[in-house]
């Protein structure tokens, strides 16, 4: 069955980085599309980025040129580098993985918190 794990976050200070990683299992990697959904206190899920088959990259305008999404060097990761934190990335972020070809397919990860406070 489709696994997804997510690792990598904590606490840390305005300004400072962290590195999300999300390890896939069960599915043809490279024919999904993967993406990063947060989930902060008392909000909707929003997505935060996605990296498509093709290698093609989408942000949400709140985290543009400041993440970055990409498939990772290990087998079966896509990584989110997040840069320039601020206490509004707050949140429990997911790790998704689109069905190639039924779109309406989604598979998510159990979450990792995010935790921006100085």
């Known amino acids: 069955q489709v696994q997804l794990v997510e690792s990598g976050g904590g606490l840390v200070q305005p300004g400072e980085s962290l590195r999300l990683s999300c390890a896939a299992s069960g599915i043809i990697f490279s024919s999904y599309a993967m993406g990063w959904y947060r989930q902060a206190p008392g909000k909707q899920r929003e997505l935060v980025a996605t990296?498509?088959?093709?290698?093609?990259?989408s942000y949400a305008d709140f985290v543009k040129g400041r993440f970055t999404i990409s498939r990772g060097s290990a087998k079966n990761t896509v990584n989110l580098q997040m840069n320039s934190l601020k206490p509004e990335d707050t949140a429990v972020y997911y790790c998704?993985?689109?069905?190639?070809?039924?779109?309406?397919?989604?598979?998510w990860g159990q979450g990792t918190q995010v935790t921006v406070s100085s």
């Open positions: 998704t993985a689109d069905h190639p070809i039924v779109s309406t397919i989604r598979w």
């Open positions: 990296i498509f088959s093709d290698g093609n990259t």
